[in-house]
């Protein structure tokens, strides 16, 4: 379930409705790595400066009145980039959660973690458990990140769960619907994105979100992730706008 926040609406940009913004945005924060490379950086400094990136769009979201923002922060198939830049990654993470974790609570955000944590470094997923524990009664954004997620291996855990219920008996075949699948994946608790922007210009999803994308509007910019400021943002949600959303029907 998604709260909206009561935002003070003299910050949203006077050619935006605050009644027809998006309520739940979903990001694939591409482009760090290309940022980086066209500035002669390493890439983790494009890992960097897209923590501050990000940051900014969270407080966005609650100035201008959106309830949710899930985020792409790492997946399945990164556990295949070079070693050295995957273990920056995770001790990024915890670096951000433990600076950050004060802030987001001061902010009301509350922040959860999705995908397959298990498998993170311990000390990861003890900053994460934190975060998750002292943000749970937060209302103002919902924050979720996806990390060591896959859609496919989502979904296979959610039917995983149903079929040894079934084999249990405490669920009948007849019994399963979509509905109930949709409460056995990560994001049970929060509703299915109106909006996804992927940035730096690839074309395709990337695994993320599979099952709750399938009515999400999609805003793809060329601008990579390091670059993507309120003024970026400002033309996706003018662009969403512009959509007419009749989820399969004729109006």
């Not at 760090?32 to 900014?56: S, Y």
């Not at 079929?163 to 619907?177: P, S, W, Y």
């Not at 099952?211 to 805003?219: L, N, R, S, T, V």
């Not at 996706?236 to 029907?249: E, I, M, N, P, V």
Request: net charge negative.
């Amino acid at each position: 379930m998604i709260v909206k926040p009561s935002a003070p609406l003299e910050q949203l940009p006077s050619d935006l409705d605050c009644d027809r913004l998006p309520q739940h945005i979903a990001v694939i924060m591409d482009g760090n790595g290309r940022w980086a490379k066209a500035r002669g950086l390493p890439r983790i400094m494009g890992h960097r400066r897209g923590v501050d990136t990000l940051k900014d769009l969270l407080r966005c979201c609650k100035d201008w009145g959106i309830a949710a923002l899930t985020v792409y922060a790492f997946s399945t198939e990164n556990w295949g980039r070079p070693m050295e830049e995957v273990q920056f990654l995770m001790t990024l993470f915890e670096q951000v959660l433990r600076r950050e974790l004060a802030e987001m609570i001061a902010e009301k955000v509350r922040i959860r973690f999705v995908g397959n944590l298990a498998a993170l470094p311990a000390s990861l997923q003890r900053e994460i458990a934190r975060s998750m524990e002292d943000t749970k009664d937060n209302q103002e954004v919902q924050f979720t990140v996806a990390t060591n997620y896959g859609g496919r291996q989502e979904i296979v855990q959610a039917c995983r769960a149903i079929a040894q219920k079934v084999k249990t008996g405490e669920l009948e075949a007849e019994d399963i619907d979509e509905a109930l699948f949709e409460r056995h994946l990560y994001t049970h608790e929060l509703s299915s994105p109106d909006l996804l922007i992927r940035t730096s210009g690839e074309m395709r999803i990337s695994n993320f979100l599979l099952w709750q994308m399938a009515y999400a509007e999609i805003y793809v910019t060329s601008i990579g992730w390091p670059d993507f400021d309120r003024e970026a943002f400002h033309q996706a949600l003018l662009d969403y706008q512009k959509r007419d959303r009749r989820f399969g029907k004729v109006r």
